[in-house]
């Protein structure tokens, strides 16, 4: 499967913006979505996931309460809905697909257990 991230931009602190995941190659249904992010020096942190149905979603803290997570397995796509946005939100922002974790009970925040990853969507936050 290829994965498509797009919807980055330069926003102020505190307004919304929302990335997509876009896949193509492979029904994104088989597949649990994780958004991790990175910034320049820094190793590359999860953000938050869906479960292949969208049943189960899991947020890091930092972002719990202010993102949410959703997926359209018929548009093939998953959405970040980013609200409240803080300048240290800025990074590059990367979707990843895990295939056959339809046994999770919730998505994995460790990068290792993603087997597709996108090419990435800047983001970043002014104060």
């Known amino acids: 499967v290829q994965l498509q991230a797009s919807g980055g931009g330069l926003v102020q602190a505190g307004t919304s913006l929302r990335v997509s995941c876009a896949a193509s190659g492979r029904t994104l249904s088989s597949y649990a979505i994780g958004w991790f992010r990175q910034v320049p020096g820094k190793e590359r942190e999860f953000v938050a996931g869906?479960?292949?149905?969208?049943?189960?979603?899991y947020y890091a803290d930092s972002v719990k309460g202010r993102f949410t997570i959703s997926r359209d397995n018929a548009k093939n796509t998953v959405y970040l809905q980013m609200n409240s946005l803080k300048p240290e939100d800025t990074a590059v922002y990367y979707c990843?697909?895990?295939?056959?974790?339809?046994?999770?009970?919730?998505?994995?925040?460790?990068?290792?257990?993603?087997?597709?990853w996108g090419q990435g969507t800047q983001v970043t936050v002014s104060s």
């Open positions: 990843a697909a895990e295939y056959g974790s339809a046994w999770r009970l919730k998505p994995s925040s460790e990068s290792k257990e993603y087997d597709y």
């Open positions: 869906i479960t292949w149905n969208g049943g189960s979603t």
